[in-house]
């Protein structure tokens, strides 16, 4: 039998992929271009989310077991960078939406009553993946829970309820291992596990405020020359004083700040980002940095979004009940899943400043 070599509209199913534009009436000769073009520019969201959906459990994946080998995180790193970049191309889709003409939109816009974006499947399954937790997340403006939204009308389940909820069992998180992997990163050549772990901690976070205040104090007299009155220079006294306690209150370990664990995990946050210059935590400090892009590709994803449904329909009432542009708002403001990764930026200190280990070698580091 001779070999059988694939065309390229057959490996792409191209003539499947362009059967799928029909909406409702599953025949796009019945619409008008606007919403051929509403229901493409939907379509190739939801490929881009499958995308990065895989690309982030793959990274996720990663991080599941007791070691994450120095040769992982290069993969990691990656594929943080391919998810940047298909937000931003998600981003850069919303253009292609703002052609459409409120006018216009508004005639088509009744048949898809009750239907929602807030149904995307997939983007929830995103916000699960990412370690967007329940108690977080913000009310539709209807009522019931987000999972709720995502049951067929007659109350029955539905493929979007069945993805959610397989994701929701997929377990860790992203943000859950990355925490775990923290846990376990050596402070100053010393794991979580070994006899002395506590004491190492205690004098690497010791010496970090000792630093950090250090830092403030300088930025603190080069401000108070400039003050003008009395007034002024207590009230910048006072800016520059809290701003040293809210890294003790940081680093405290309180219950409230969850516990121990939690202290150990912020410390290693600022551990690895302070000396990502030494060979061992080079991969480890990318990994942070393209957690932290990540994110921010997302918020400003969500923004762009807010904005360009406000532009094509203002504040109407969403298609499903929902509060419209003002719930997409409340997202990008307060949809922040690794904020201890937002918040070390406050702590950060200039290279010169930062206290010297009692081990470098441990990390590769070579002196002479």
Same mark, same amino acid.
């Given at each position: 039998?001779?070999?059988?070599?694939?065309?390229?509209?057959?490996?792409?199913?191209?003539?499947?992929?362009?059967?799928?534009?029909?909406?409702?009436?599953?025949? *796009?000769?019945?619409?008008?271009?606007?919403?051929?073009?509403?229901?493409?520019?939907?379509?190739?969201?939801?490929?881009?989310?499958?995308?990065?959906?895989?690309?982030?459990?793959?990274?996720?994946?990663?991080?599941?077991?007791?070691?994450? *080998?120095?040769?992982?995180?290069?993969?990691?790193?990656?594929?943080?960078?391919?998810?940047?970049?298909?937000?931003?191309?998600?981003?850069?889709?919303?253009?292609?939406?703002?052609?459409?003409?409120?006018?216009?939109?508004?005639?088509?816009?009744?048949?898809?009553?009750?239907?929602?974006?807030?149904?995307?499947? &997939?983007?929830?399954?995103?916000?699960?993946?990412?370690?967007?937790?329940?108690?977080?997340?913000?009310?539709?403006?209807?009522?019931?829970?987000?999972?709720? $939204?995502?049951?067929?009308?007659?109350?029955?389940?539905?493929?979007?309820?069945?993805?959610?909820?397989?994701?929701?069992?997929?377990?860790?998180?992203?943000?859950?291992?990355?925490? *775990?992997?923290?846990?376990?990163?050596?402070?100053?050549?010393?794991?979580?596990? *070994?006899?002395?772990?506590?004491?190492?901690?205690?004098?690497?976070?010791? $010496?970090?405020?000792? /630093?950090?205040?250090?830092?403030?104090?300088?930025? /603190? /007299?080069?401000?108070?020359?400039? $003050?003008?009155?009395?007034?002024?220079?207590?009230?910048? +006294?006072?800016?520059?004083?809290?701003?040293?306690?809210?890294?003790? &209150?940081?680093?405290?370990?309180?219950?409230?700040?969850?516990?121990?664990? &939690?202290?150990?995990?912020?410390?290693?946050?600022?551990?690895?980002?302070?000396?990502?210059?030494?060979?061992?935590?080079?991969?480890?400090?990318?990994?942070?940095?393209?957690?932290?892009?990540?994110?921010?590709?997302?918020?400003?994803?969500?923004?762009?979004?807010?904005?360009?449904?406000?532009?094509?329909?203002?504040?109407?009432?969403?298609?499903?009940?929902?509060?419209?542009?003002?719930?997409?708002?409340?997202?990008? +403001?307060?949809?922040?899943?690794?904020?201890?990764?937002?918040?070390?930026?406050?702590?950060?200190?200039?290279?010169?400043?930062?206290?010297?280990?009692?081990?470098?070698?441990?990390?590769?580091?070579?002196?002479?």
């Amino acid at each position: 039998m001779s070999q059988r070599y694939p065309n390229y509209w057959e490996y792409i199913r191209v003539e499947e992929l362009l059967a799928l534009q029909g909406g409702l009436e599953e025949d *796009e000769a019945q619409l008008s271009d606007d919403e051929v073009m509403f229901i493409t520019v939907h379509q190739v969201y939801e490929l881009w989310f499958k995308l990065l959906l895989r690309q982030l459990t793959t990274v996720r994946n990663l991080f599941r077991g007791p070691r994450v *080998e120095e040769t992982e995180l290069a993969g990691v790193v990656q594929g943080l960078r391919r998810g940047v970049v298909i937000l931003r191309r998600c981003v850069d889709h919303f253009e292609v939406m703002e052609t459409l003409r409120t006018r216009y939109y508004l005639e088509f816009r009744d048949k898809l009553t009750p239907a929602s974006g807030f149904q995307s499947a &997939q983007m929830r399954q995103l916000e699960i993946l990412f370690g967007l937790e329940d108690k977080d997340r913000i009310p539709l403006g209807v009522e019931g829970s987000y999972v709720t $939204a995502l049951r067929s009308h007659d109350g029955r389940s539905s493929p979007a309820l069945a993805r959610v909820q397989r994701q929701q069992e997929d377990l860790p998180t992203l943000r859950h291992a990355i925490e *775990e992997w923290l846990w376990r990163t050596p402070i100053d050549g010393v794991g979580p596990d *070994e006899p002395n772990a506590d004491a190492a901690l205690d004098r690497f976070v010791a $010496a970090y405020l000792r /630093a950090h205040e250090g830092e403030v104090d300088h930025s /603190a /007299a080069a401000a108070l020359v400039h $003050a003008t009155g009395a007034d002024e220079h207590s009230r910048l +006294l006072a800016r520059y004083e809290r701003e040293k306690e809210s890294l003790r &209150q940081f680093l405290g370990g309180s219950e409230a700040e969850g516990g121990p664990r &939690q202290r150990r995990m912020r410390a290693a946050l600022l551990f690895i980002l302070t000396y990502q210059d030494l060979a061992l935590l080079s991969w480890p400090g990318a990994v942070l940095e393209g957690l932290i892009e990540l994110e921010q590709a997302m918020t400003l994803f969500r923004q762009r979004h807010a904005r360009m449904v406000e532009r094509v329909i203002g504040r109407r009432t969403g298609t499903g009940g929902s509060a419209g542009v003002d719930y997409l708002d409340q997202t990008a +403001l307060s949809y922040r899943v690794f904020r201890d990764l937002w918040a070390v930026r406050t702590f950060q200190l200039r290279r010169s400043a930062a206290p010297a280990l009692a081990n470098p070698a441990y990390y590769g580091f070579v002196t002479g």
